[in-house]
């Protein structure tokens, strides 16, 4: 397992690299150049200097997360073959500073959604919650009215240059079906996937988060079938899947440590996560002790272990603790926590089979 941490960049993110360097065990930054928009090419020199700054503090940037897909691409609409040979680019450019892996999602419009970033814990902590309800009632339409009337109208998880494009969007997916998605990502997959396949790197789609529809829009990459699905649609080793515990982990029908070695070797990014999930199907983000939330990490990280794996694995979330100020879900703290504790698990089971051998 090769540890590795999210950072948005100098100047984006509260946690700095020396910070980050003094976790134990984390050997890589999980970057993006985050200002450009979905569709451009991702430029060499650009790339260079995320290498040059991460060089500097002694870590690698082989996982990239995310080159974000252009709406076209997922809507299927004629104009897609100029963004997918832009995102050709990107790839090769990667492929060029030792990229390894690339994850990206395929949700329409919107990315992760939560309702309420600081939803305060038991222990005075806060951390990402999701009222299902809430959503669930939101018309979209009064959504689209909402912007309207207030430009500054947002939800956690929202990025606000697709909003502003959210009616053309929701009249634009009418039209689309969960199995014109599908057609979408398999002709996407099949003109990408040579490339990396070339360029040696991973492309690890990430989980719908939450895994269901919401508002009306179609999401696909939501349980074990669907992620079987994806994979024969391109199957390659380049054709692989961020196994987003706290993602899937919040449809109890989702069995983590099932699906970690059903795709054990499709698997070159873990994200590992604790969630709590009530019975309403509300659901918040946990510290990741395995009591403290529904998902078993401790049989996902055995999972892991014993199926020998090598790919890259971070703790994706953490609460907000000790009053720390930053990024929703993105604090150092607890996700330095966290790591601490996937080393736990990891290093106690190695001890096991260590014995055994003996
Ligand atoms: C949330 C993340 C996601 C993920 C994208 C990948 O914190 O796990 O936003 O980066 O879905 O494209």
Known sequence: MKMVFRWYGEGNDTVTLPQIKQIPGVEGIVWALHDLPAGEVWPLDRILEVRQLADQHGFHIEVVESVNIHEDIKLGLPTRDGYIDNYKKTIENLGKVGVKVICYNF?????????????????????????KVKVDSMDPMELVGKIAANPD???????????????RFFEAYKQVTEEDLWNNLQYFLEQIIPVAEINDIKMAV????????????????????????LLKLVDSPSNGVTLCSGSLGVNPNNNLPDMVREFADRIPFAHIRNVRLYENGDFIETSHRAADGTVD???IVKAYHENGFTGYARPDHGRHIWNEQCRPGYGLYDRALGIMYLWGIWDSLERSKQEVTL
Request: hydrophobic fraction near 35%.
């Open 107 to 131: 949700m329409p419009v919107f990315d992760w959604i939560r309702t309420d970033l600081f939803k305060e814990l038991e222990d005075g902590s806060t951390a990402l919650f999701y009222e």
């Open 153 to 167: 109208f947002t939800m956690p998880g929202w990025e606000p240059a697709r909003l502003k494009h959210l009616s």
């Open 206 to 229: 990430h989980p719908d988060d939450p895994p269901w529809s919401i508002f009306g829009l179609p999401r696909i990459m939501t349980s074990q079938e669907n992620i079987r699905r």
């Open 297 to 299: 990490i401790c049989g």
